[in-house]
C-alpha cells in the first residue's frame, strides 16, 4: 500500500455508514483503495445490499473525505456488494455487540416508553412519533417500535416506507427526521392486510427487540396498539421496566377505556409515566380555544391512576396537515402550539431506566 493509500485509508475512518452510525473502516465496508498517477484515487465500497438506499450521501462523503487528504486530486468511488456471508458475519457481529433492548440489560441501554391508549383515533401514534422527534432534537439517540401491528402508522407519519435492510440475522432500522423507526408496516405494500395469529405476534415483537440493531438509543418508543390486547402484554412482559404513557382525549368516554390502559400496565407491574391529554380544545389563530372534546379528561385520568398529568395537546390544523403530508409537526412547524405542549412533555421524561424494574429482571452479574 503507498502513502497516499494508507492517508486514504485512515482519512476514510470519518465516513460513517449512514444507517449503521459506524466508521465505514471499521465495518468493512472500504474493500479497496487505489492511487494511480497524479493524485488519481479509485476507493471500492462494498455496500450491504445492492439496493442500497443511502448510496449517494456515501458517495459524496467518501468523496470528500478523500479529497482531504494532500495531494489526492481526483477521486472516483466505485460501488460494490457485499457477499452474502460477509453480510452474514456483519450482521451477527452487530447483534453481539449492541442493539439489544433486553435480554442482557446493561448500564447504557435505553429508557422505553410505551405509548397507550384505549382505543384507537386518539392520537396515540402522534404523539409518539412527535415526542420521537422532540426528544430526537435535544440530542438523544432515539428509536421508535411500531407495534400497532394491525395499524402500523410510522412509515405514514414519517413519511418513509422502504423496506429494511437485514443484515444476516440483524434488521436495520430505517432513520427518518432523526428517528429509528421499526414497524411492521416496512414489509407490506399498500394497503394489504396484515394478518397476524397470536403465537407469530409474541415472535414479532420479540425479534424487533432482539434482531433490530437500535444501535444503542437513549430512549425507545413504542407506538402500542389501542386497548389491552396480546401485543401490548407481550410487549410488557418482554420489557418489564418500560414506562407507560397513556394518551386519551379530554372526553369522559375516551378516559374510561384509558384508564383500562393504565390499570393493565399496573397489574403487570409496569410503571405509568403518566398521561397525556390530546385533542384538549382547539387552537385557532384568534387565540380562542374551543373545548370540542370535552374537557377535563386527563385531569381525571391521571387522578384515577395516580399519576401526573404530562400535558396537554390541543387540536392544531398544522399538526394534521403535517401528519397527513408524512412530516411530523415538530420537525415542520416546531414553533406551532401543539409541537411546543408535546415537546414539554417530551423533554419531562426521565431518560434513565427506572433501578426499580431492574430488580426483578435476572441480569447476568455476579456479585464482585
Ligand atoms: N392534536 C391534534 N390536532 C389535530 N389532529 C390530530 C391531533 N392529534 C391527532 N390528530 C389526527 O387524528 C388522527 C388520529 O391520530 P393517530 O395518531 O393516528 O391516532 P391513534 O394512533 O390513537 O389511532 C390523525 O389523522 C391525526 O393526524
Ligand atoms: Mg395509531
Known amino acids: 500500500m503507498s502513502d497516499l493509500e494508507r492517508e486514504v485509508r485512515a482519512a476514510l475512518a470519518s465516513v460513517e455508514d449512514p444507517e449503521l452510525h459506524r466508521p465505514i473502516t471499521d465495518l468493512g465496508m472500504v474493500a ?20 442500497c438506499p443511502m448510496r449517494e450521501r456515501l458517495r459524496a462523503d467518501v468523496e470528500a473525505a478523500a479529497r482531504s487528504v494532500s495531494g489526492v486530486r481526483d477521486v472516483a468511488v466505485e460501488f460494490s456488494t457485499m457477499s452474502a456471508r460477509q453480510r452474514a458475519e456483519l450482521g451477527d457481529r452487530l447483534r453481539t455487540e449492541s442493539g439489544k433492548v433486553r435480554g442482557a440489560l446493561s448500564i447504557g441501554s435505553p429508557a422505553i416508553y410505551a405509548v397507550a391508549s384505549g382505543k384507537g383515533g386518539v392520537g396515540k401514534s402522534t404523539v409518539t412519533a412527535n415526542l420521537a422527534v422532540a426528544l430526537a432534537r435535544a440530542g438523544n439517540k432515539v428509536g421508535v417500535l411500531d407495534a400497532d401491528v394491525w395499524g402500523p402508522s410510522m412509515p405514514l407519519l414519517f413519511g418513509t416506507s422502504r423496506a429494511p435492510v437485514v443484515l444476516g440475522g440483524a434488521m436495520m432500522p430505517v432513520e427518518a427526521h432523526g428517528v429509528r423507526l421499526m414497524s411492521t408496516g416496512f414489509f407490506v405494500e399498500g394497503t394489504q392486510p396484515l394478518v397476524w395469529r397470536g403465537p407469530m405476534l409474541h415472535k414479532a415483537i420479540q425479534q424487533f427487540l432482539d434482531d433490530v440493531h437500535w444501535g444503542d438509543p437513549d430512549v425507545l418508543l413504542v407506538d402500542l396498539p389501542p386497548g389491552t390486547g396480546d401485543v401490548s ?11 407507560v404513557i397513556v394518551v386519551t382525549t379530554p372526553q369522559t368516554a375516551a378516559r374510561q377505556v384509558a384508564e383500562r390502559a393504565g390499570r393493565m400496565a399496573a397489574d403487570l407491574g409496569i410503571a405509568v409515566a403518566g398521561v397525556v391529554e390530546n385533542m384538549s380544545g382547539f387552537a385557532c389563530d384568534c387565540g380562542r380555544h374551543a373545548p370540542i372534546f370535552g374537557s377535563g379528561g386527563g385531569d381525571s385520568l391521571a387522578e384515577a ?3 401526573p398529568l404530562l400535558g396537554r395537546v390541543p387540536l392544531d390544523e398544522r399538526l394534521r396537515e403535517s401528519a397527513d403530508a408524512g412530516v411530523p409537526v415538530m420537525a415542520s412547524h416546531p414553533g406551532t402550539v401543539s409541537a411546543v405542549a408535546l415537546r414539554d412533555v417530551a423533554l419531562s421524561l426521565p431518560l434513565s431506566r427506572p433501578r426499580r424494574s431492574l430488580a426483578g429482571m435476572s441480569l447476568p452479574l455476579s456479585p464482585v
Open 32 to 51: 479497496d483503495v487505489h492511487a494511480g498517477r497524479r493524485g488519481r484515487v479509485r476507493v471500492d465500497i462494498a455496500l450491504t445490499t445492492s439496493g
Open 305 to 307: 391512576l395516580g399519576v
Open 233 to 243: 402484554l407481550s410487549l410488557l412482559e418482554l420489557v418489564p421496566d418500560a414506562r
